[in-house]
C-alpha cells in the first residue's frame, strides 16, 4: 500500500519543455518535500510546504517551481529544463515537527533530450 | 554548518560482517538523526533513527552509536546479508525547521556472499 505515490515513474522531457512531476499521499501528512537526488549524490532539498506556507531553499533555481493545491497533491514544474536538470525527483511527507520520520515515494526519473 | 559528512563512500564486506558507517555535523541545533537504506530506482526508506538524549539504539541487526559531545553517529549492520546491499544515507534535521532533512553523502555498501 503506497502511501506517496510520485507519478510518472519515468519521464522524458525535451530541452527547454516545461514538465510537471506530481506526488500525492495518503498520509494526511502537513509537509510535503521535493528533493533533487543526481546519480550518486545525496538527495537535495528544493523546497517544501507546511500545509499551505511554501519554503524555498536559497539555491533552489528559479526554474524549479512547485504547487501544493491540497493536502494529498503536491507537483513540482520545471519551467525550461536543461540537461543538467536530469536527475531522480524524489517527493516526501512528514507530519512536521519534532523527530518525525519522513516518508519518500519511488522518485521520478527525469531524462532530458 | 548545516553539512553532514559521511564517510567512507564505499564499503565492501563478506557476509556476516559488521560493516560500520560514520557520519559527523556541526549544528548542534539538529536533534534527530535517522539512517536510510537506498536501493537501486527506489526511493529512500527509514532504517533507524536516534534522538541527541539516546547514546545508542538497536532495531534488529542495525545499531546507531551516538556521541553527543563528539557530534558524530554511526550506523553498525551486525551479522551482514547480501540483501543489505545498498546505499545508506545518514540524516539530520532540526525539529524546529519542519523536520527537513539534511543529508549526508552516502555509502555504498556491497556485502558479498
Known amino acids: 500500500d503506497a502511501m506517496v505515490i510520485q507519478n510518472p515513474r519515468y519521464q522524458v522531457t525535451q530541452f527547454g519543455k516545461p514538465v510537471t512531476l506530481s506526488c500525492s499521499q495518503t498520509l494526511n501528512h502537513n509537509v510535503m518535500y521535493w528533493y533533487q537526488q543526481k546519480s550518486s549524490q545525496a538527495p537535495k532539498l528544493l523546497f517544501h510546504y507546511y500545509d499551505k506556507d511554501f519554503n524555498n531553499e536559497a539555491d533552489t533555481p528559479d526554474n524549479f517551481q512547485s504547487r501544493r493545491p491540497n493536502t494529498s497533491f503536491c507537483f513540482l514544474d520545471i519551467r525550461s529544463p536543461g540537461l543538467g536538470d536530469a536527475a531522480m525527483y524524489l517527493c516526501a511527507t512528514s507530519r512536521g515537527g519534532a523527530n518525525t520520520e519522513a516518508f519518500f515515494g519511488q522518485g521520478t526519473r527525469l531524462t532530458v533530450v | 554548518q548545516q553539512q553532514v559528512k559521511q564517510s567512507p563512500q564505499s564499503l565492501i564486506v563478506q557476509k556476516g560482517g559488521i560493516p560500520i558507517i560514520n557520519c559527523a555535523y556541526e549544528?548542534?541545533?539538529?536533534?534527530?538523526f535517522p539512517w536510510y537504506q537506498q536501493f537501486p530506482g527506489k526511493g529512500p526508506a527509514l532504517l533507524i533513527a536516534i534522538r541527541p538524549d539516546v547514546s545508542e539504539k538497536k532495531e534488529g541487526r542495525f545499531t546507531i552509536s551516538f556521541n553527543k559531545s563528539a557530534k558524530q553517529f554511526s550506523l553498525h549492520i551486525m551479522d551482514s546479508q547480501p540483501g543489505d546491499s545498498a546505499t545508506y544515507f545518514c540524516a539530520a534535521s532540526d525539529s524546529g525547521n519542519t523536520g527537513k532533512l539534511i543529508f549526508g553523502q552516502g555509502t555504498t555498501l556491497q556485502v558479498k556472499p
Open positions: 549544528n548542534t541545533a539538529f536533534d534527530y
